[in-house]
């Protein structure tokens, strides 16, 4: 345990679970690390990954199968409202056209765009988070914007 690590309390599953679970949200997108060509954008997607982990281990994610495919539900630590957890539906083609009218530099408008709509929220929630809750979403959103 290094000098500023959090308590062991703090972990609901093990590394090694958390690290099952980005896995399978890397397999059910086909999302292969190893063939992206720009390096900035593989250590973006790493180091959202790296991140992923923790939360996973905090229980501020989870993975749930359904009918539909695998659903992402985070559940918010600092709730802006009465909303207490957010579920990201399949990523569709239908995401990826809610980005439209950004530029490819607008990452974070981009991503809030894209995940308003995987979890059928009125647009602007996700702006609206803040603190870990915001950090966990843009990670998701990384991913989610390569599926």
């Not at 992923?52 to 993975?63: K, P, T």
């Not at 009918?67 to 559940?75: A, F, I, N, R, T």
């Not at 809750?133 to 990384?142: H, K, R, T």
Request: net charge negative; proline share 1%.
């Amino acid at each position: 345990m290094g000098r500023f690590s959090l308590p062991q309390t703090e972990y609901k599953i093990s590394k090694e679970s958390a690290e099952k679970l980005v896995r399978d949200l890397l397999s059910y997108y086909r999302i292969d690390i190893d063939s992206i060509q720009d390096k900035s954008t593989k250590q973006s997607v790493e180091g959202a990954c790296d991140k992923l982990v923790g939360y996973y281990r905090r229980g501020y994610v989870e993975n749930s199968r359904t009918d539909k495919g695998l659903s992402v539900k985070q559940h918010l630590q600092e709730a802006p409202g009465d909303v207490k957890e957010i579920a990201y539906g399949k990523m569709t083609g239908k995401a990826k056209i809610a980005t439209d009218g950004f530029g490819t530099d607008d990452r974070y408008q981009r991503i809030y765009a894209m995940l308003d709509h995987m979890s059928g929220s009125v647009s602007g929630t996700i702006e609206n988070l803040s603190g870990v809750d915001l950090a966990v979403a843009e990670d998701l959103g990384v991913l989610f914007l390569l599926g």
